[in-house]
C-alpha cells in the first residue's frame, strides 16, 4: 500500500506544467426555445474551487466522448492531467456525494440519455506513458490500445500485436481483460498500478489478479499504468499480421460506423453471439436510429440519430429472440452507464 502522500506524485512522462483546470459553465439545452439560464437553481452545487492541472467540464454531454456519438451530459467530466488530478476528481465526488466512473476512449460503453449525474474521469493524454525497459512494456492506462500494439510491434516485440483493432485504452483492456484474435490482457500482464476510491495508489502483482473473459476481480479502483512482458520477434512479420487483422476487421465489422464494439460476450459453445443473432434473422434490425449491423450481427451501430434508448431496445429484443429461438441468454460485454 502506498503512503497517503504518493498519490499527489505525477507518474514519469507525465506533462509538467500545463493550464489549471477550467470549469465551463452549463450548455444550454440542445434545441430548447426559452430564456437563457441567468443564475444556477437553488439546489445546483457550486462549481468546485480546487485546482486541476487538467480540465473539469460542467454538464458536458458525453455523447462528444464515445465511440457510439450516444449519451447525454455529465455532472463533471474531468481530464486529469496526472495521478494528482485523478486523486481530486474522487475527491470531488466523495465531498458532494457522488458516484463516479472512469471512461477512456469512450468504447464497449453505452450512456442512456440522461446521462451521468456524477463525476466521468477521462484517463487520456498525460497517463499515456509508454517506455520499453528490455522486453517489458510499461504503459500509462490512458495509451489507446491500438497504439500500444503499433509501437510494440514496430520495436520487434510480441504480445500485444493482435490488439491492432481493439478500440479502446489499455487501462479499460486491463480492467476487463480485453481481447482479440485469441489473445487477452491476461496473457502478458504482470502487474497493474491502480489508484482506490481514497486516492490511495499500489501496485497490484498479476498473481493476485483473476481474469475471467472480459473481467476481473480488480473491483472498485481505476487503473493507471501496467507492465507487459513481450517476446522478441522481427517487426516485419508483426506488421504484416496487424495489417492482415486490420483487413479482416474492415471487410467483416462496421469500423466506420458509431458503434461501442461487440454488444455480447460470446457464450461456452461452438457459436458465437454473432452467429446465433445472424441465425435468428436479425442483421438489419432497427428501432428508431439503432440498427443490427449488416456486416456483424454482434454489433449495434448509430445510423446517425440514434439514442440510448434505441440501443436498448434492439438489444432486449435480440437477446429476448436469441433465447426463444436458440436456448442461450446472451450477457452483455457493452458497459451501461447512467440514470
Not at 497517463?127 to 512494456?137: C, I, N, Q, S, V
Not at 473473459?213 to 517476446?231: D, T
Not at 442483421?283 to 451501430?301: E, M, R
Not at 439514442?307 to 450477457?331: F, M, Q, Y
Request: charged letters at 25%; hydrophobic letters at 40%; proline letters at 7%.
Amino acid at each position: 500500500m502506498a503512503r497517503k502522500n504518493d498519490r499527489r506524485k505525477p507518474a514519469a512522462g507525465s506533462r509538467k506544467g500545463g493550464r489549471p483546470g477550467v470549469v465551463k459553465a452549463p450548455a444550454k439545452p440542445a434545441g430548447k426555445v426559452g430564456k437563457a439560464a441567468a443564475k444556477p437553481s437553488a439546489a445546483a452545487p457550486p462549481a468546485p474551487k480546487v485546482k486541476f492541472r487538467g480540465r473539469v467540464l460542467e454538464n458536458e454531454p458525453l455523447a462528444r466522448h464515445t465511440t457510439y456519438r450516444i449519451g447525454g451530459p455529465a455532472r463533471y467530466l474531468v481530464m486529469p492531467a496526472d495521478p494528482d488530478d485523478v486523486a481530486k476528481a474522487l475527491d470531488l465526488a466523495q465531498d458532494r456525494g457522488l458516484p463516479w466512473v472512469a471512461l477512456g476512449l469512450g468504447s464497449n460503453v453505452l450512456v442512456k440519455d440522461a446521462g451521468f449525474p456524477g463525476v466521468v474521469i477521462r484517463i487520456g493524454k498525460g497517463l499515456d506513458r509508454f517506455e520499453m525497459k528490455g522486453a517489458t512494456a510499461i504503459v500509462g492506462a490512458g495509451l489507446p490500445t491500438p497504439l500500444l500494439a503499433r509501437r510494440t510491434a514496430e520495436a520487434g516485440f510480441a504480445g500485444v500485436e493482435r490488439f491492432i483493432g481493439i478500440p479502446g485504452t489499455v487501462g479499460g483492456g486491463v480492467y476487463m481483460n480485453a481481447g482479440a484474435h485469441g489473445a487477452e490482457f491476461a496473457e502478458v500482464l504482470t502487474e497493474a498500478t491502480v489508484m482506490d476510491p481514497k486516492g490511495k495508489i499500489r501496485q497490484v502483482p498479476r498473481k493476485q489478479i483473476s481474469f475471467k473473459y472480459r473481467s476481473s476481480n480488480l473491483g472498485n479502483v481505476i487503473v493507471l499504468e501496467a507492465k507487459l512482458a513481450l517476446i522478441e520477434e522481427p517487426p516485419a512479420k508483426l506488421k504484416e499480421l496487424q495489417a492482415r487483422l486490420l483487413r479482416w476487421r474492415k471487410a467483416g465489422t462496421p469500423f466506420d460506423q458509431p458503434c461501442a464494439g461487440s454488444i455480447f460476450k460470446n457464450p461456452g459453445g461452438p457459436r458465437t453471439a454473432g452467429a446465433l443473432i445472424d441465425e435468428c434473422g436479425l442483421k438489419g434490425f432497427t428501432i428508431g436510429g439503432a440498427q443490427v449491423s449488416s456486416l456483424h450481427a454482434n454489433y449495434i451501430v448509430n445510423t446517425g440519430t440514434a439514442t440510448a434508448s434505441d440501443v436498448l431496445k434492439v438489444i432486449e429484443h435480440a437477446r429476448k429472440t436469441v433465447a426463444k429461438k436458440t436456448g442461450v441468454e446472451l450477457e452483455l460485454e457493452v458497459k451501461v452507464i447512467g440514470v
